[in-house]
């Protein structure tokens, strides 16, 4: 049994530490590429969204590797995420890829039973023992945790840093370390290596950057490849980001929305404008949108895949509370089409508008 | 939605002795309304919501938008409807009171809620409420909406969210049009939906939105019992729901007919005319050649030639 699993930002790291740690055989897909996009949409439908197309390009260039069973997050709510795993596995029938499809989802709606014999598929292979595992999985969601903190911190650092440049080469080099390490315990040592020394670099509590919030739809927040690197172009700008949802809330969200204890402060600040759920993270969004908002960031950009439902319901409310509070929000929607000169120079312009309100800037003309 | 329930709140309603104000039916004016207030990526049927709202905004005291969340236990509804009364408020400026409170179907308790808190909005007699409640239940149940025509040589199953396939400005009368070309029509409503189980059953994974499972279980249905000659599915573009259960329906249907019209605010009537005549003229190939797949071309081709 060869595992693989679709790309999610640099998830392919920890799970990657985590597999070789349990003596599991995985492919981790080549990372996306405009190869992984063609071949992705040439066999998707049409009308689906982004993430789905890119999934399907990393299943079909691991297959290619010698991949046989796919592992896959599955949910339940009203969006379409939760309808992946069916189509995927159709197409790929279609295809004459026969393949096992290990669907994860809350042990809440399949059942427990289901849920730690999907489990079981998945580790059976495994030579540690059993206390082993959970110890290495509770190891390896730390380094998850972790290393969003590290990313985090060079993301608000950024608009402060006096050597221009130096957080991201840190971010860089510390993912590229923690591709090398072999070991679980490893892996800790240099993000905690790594979280001391970005506390070290050196910043300018002067300086007045521009706070941008990213907000929308998970995956092309968190997928660099699908929203062109966003990050990285605003941090050569000098801003310093927020991203508002990442895979570590995903995972206390998911664990805790049983005890509804998940989110309470995004729940609570968007009590005034969307009171309900509506599948996907729309509700999230407006609620990060009115958080940004009082924690005096400047603005924030709405990313969502052409045809995103929720997120269609969360523009139109986005809109307004720019209008009400005064903060300017830009959506930027994308799909297979999207050209990055245009989307750079919305960007840019953004960034400008931003930056002109501050009011430390002088108007030229 | 209007086209299932309406019933229900207009004998609820009038028990009440309020004042109803219909908007329209769907017209261009409506239509253009629609488009000019919603945002620009929702779909058709969205922008048609927002234009209904927008024409009666100023006539009246409450419109009722309903926030349908599901309508059995474990389905969905889509995303957008979840969010309806949020997009309205939001888009449409000088609104009178509305109606902000989610209804599940499923529990009786929050339709209770539901009915009883508009209810309080009106009158405050309770006995009231309840005794209009259960009438209003009951002309709902009486109320059938399903169309199987019986006395056409074709038959076409319609299949698609039940406001695509009702509201016939949206899909430009196509009822009547395929009627005028002497072809039956059937709708998912005809069949029954215990039906729709043992298909649903079949599928990898249990779709959890109730449209998907309502047209994808009427397509099966159609496909086993042979009771229609073709399948017309009618769609908005840019729906996600649709987008997953057609490449459900796709991977199941094999030769049988199938025609998918995708409208949206910009779609010409001539070219669904087309299409829809094309895919008629192609049943009737089809029934004529009994199912062997030669073009009728090369009949016509000597036949005209008889003189020499």
Redesign the interface.
Known sequence: MVITFPHFGSTYIPIKILFDELGIEYIVPPLNSNDTLEIGTLYSPEEMCLPFKIMMGNYIQSIEEGADTIVLVGSNGPCRFGEYCELQKNILDNLGYHLDFIVLESPQVIGKEEFKSKVYKIVRHSSRSSTDRWRILGKSITVVRLMEQVENKVLLRNGYEVNKGEHKRILYQCKNELLKTGSIDKALSVLKYYNKRIEKTPVDLKKNPVKIALLGEIYTIIEPFSNFNIVDKLMDFGASVKKGLSVTWWLTDAFLRPLKLNSINIRKASMAYMPYYIGGHGRECVGEALLANKEKFDGAIQLFPMGCMPEIVAKVILQKISKDRDFPIMTLILDEMTGEAGYNTRIEAFFDLLERRQENVLFRC | MYYRYHPFLKAFLKELDAKIIFSEKTNKRILDLGVKYC?D??CLPIKIFHGHVASIKNQCDLIIVP?I?KEKGGE?????F??LP??II??IPHLPAIT?K?ISMDQKKSLDRWVIGLGKSITNNKEKIMKAYSKAIRVQESYNISINDKNYSFKIALAGHPYCVHDSFFNMNIIKKLNNMGVGVVTEEAVKKDSFENEINN???K???EF?RNSYGFCMNILKTHNANGIIYISSF???????S???IK?QVGDFPFLILKIDEHTGEAGVDTRIEAFINMLEERRDLLGNHISPFREHLYTHQDFI
């Open positions: 945002v990526e929702a926030r969340i969905f509804i889509c995303p957008k979840c969010g949020e997009m939001n888009s902000r989610p599928l990898y994974k779709p959890f939105w998907t840019g729906c996600g729901i649709d987008s997953v057609i490449e459900l991977n």
